[in-house]
C-alpha cells in the first residue's frame, strides 16, 4: 500500500469513527430529551390532581416515569461508555495520519474484535493496565466530578437529571398508608433505582477519571496495537 493510499483509508477510516460517535451522541441527547419530555408530562398530570378525593389513590402513577428513566439510564451511559472507547481509537488514527504512518494499526472493526479478545496474555495486560487506570479514581476527586470539576460536565449533569427525576418519582409515591403489597412493589423499585444509580455511579467516575475515560482507552488500545496491529 503506498503512502497516498494508506493516507486515504486512516482518512476514511477517521471519518466514518466520528460519524459513528456523532450517531452514538445523537442516541444520548434523544434518551435525554425523552426522559424530560415524558417525566415533565407525567408530574404534571398527576400533580393536577393534588387536593382532590382521590389524589392519594393516584401516587402509584409516579412510578410510571421510572419505566422511561431507567432504560434510559442504563442506555444514557452505555452509550459514553461506547464513545469513549471510540475517541480514545480516533486519537490513534489522529497519530498515524499526522505522525508515523506506517506504525502498527488494524482496521476498526478488526481492532475492536481484539478489543473483546479473550486471548489470555491480551487480557491479561488489559486488565492490569485498567488497575492501574482506575487506581486514580480518588474519593476526592469523585466529589469533584459530582460538582461538575471534569471535562466531561454532560456526562455528569445527565446523571443528575435522571438520580433527580428517580428520586422525585419514588419520593411521590412513598407507600406511605398503602397496603403491603404495594409497599413490596415499592420497595423493589426503589432497590432497582439504587442498583441502577450505583452502577451507573461507577461508571460516571471511570468514564471521568478511569480506564473508561478518552485517555484510559487510548493506552488500552495501544496495548491492543501493540500485540495485535502490524504494519501497512
Not at 472507547?85 to 480516533?90: L, S
Not at 487506570?133 to 476527586?141: R, T
Not at 407507600?175 to 461507577?202: E, H, I, K, Q
Amino acid at each position: 500500500m503506498t503512502d497516498s493510499q494508506l493516507f486515504k483509508f486512516l482518512t476514511m477510516q477517521y471519518a466514518t469513527l466520528r460519524e459513528e460517535a456523532i450517531h452514538l451522541k445523537n442516541c444520548q441527547l434523544r434518551y435525554f430529551t425523552i426522559t424530560v419530555i415524558a417525566v415533565a408530562t407525567i408530574f404534571g398530570i398527576n400533580t393536577g390532581g393534588i387536593g382532590s378525593e382521590n389524589y392519594r389513590d393516584d401516587l402509584s402513577l409516579f412510578l410510571v416515569p421510572l419505566l422511561i428513566i431507567i432504560p434510559n439510564w442504563w442506555l444514557m451511559f452505555d452509550k459514553a461508555k461506547s464513545i469513549s472507547r471510540i475517541v480514545g481509537f480516533q486519537r490513534i488514527v489522529e497519530e498515524r495520519i499526522y505522525g508515523d504512518l506506517h506504525g502498527k494499526f488494524l482496521p476498526w472493526e478488526m481492532a475492536l474484535q481484539s478489543f473483546r479478545s479473550t486471548d489470555g496474555t491480551l487480557v491479561d495486560k488489559i486488565e492490569h493496565r485498567k488497575k492501574i487506570l482506575d487506581s486514580n479514581i480518588k474519593p476526592l476527586k469523585q466529589l469533584g466530578v459530582l460538582f461538575l470539576i471534569t471535562k466531561h460536565k454532560y456526562w455528569v449533569i445527565n446523571y443528575h437529571l435522571y438520580f433527580i427525576s428517580a428520586a422525585l418519582c419514588l419520593y411521590f409515591s412513598s407507600p406511605s398508608g398503602r397496603d403491603r403489597l404495594y409497599l413490596v412493589a415499592w420497595g423493589l423499585v426503589a432497590m432497582l433505582c439504587l442498583v441502577t444509580a450505583w452502577f451507573n455511579g461507577r461508571l460516571l467516575f471511570r468514564l471521568s477519571l478511569g480506564h473508561n475515560s478518552y485517555d484510559g482507552n487510548n493506552k488500552i488500545w495501544k496495548i491492543i496495537l501493540k500485540k495485535k496491529g502490524r504494519r501497512p
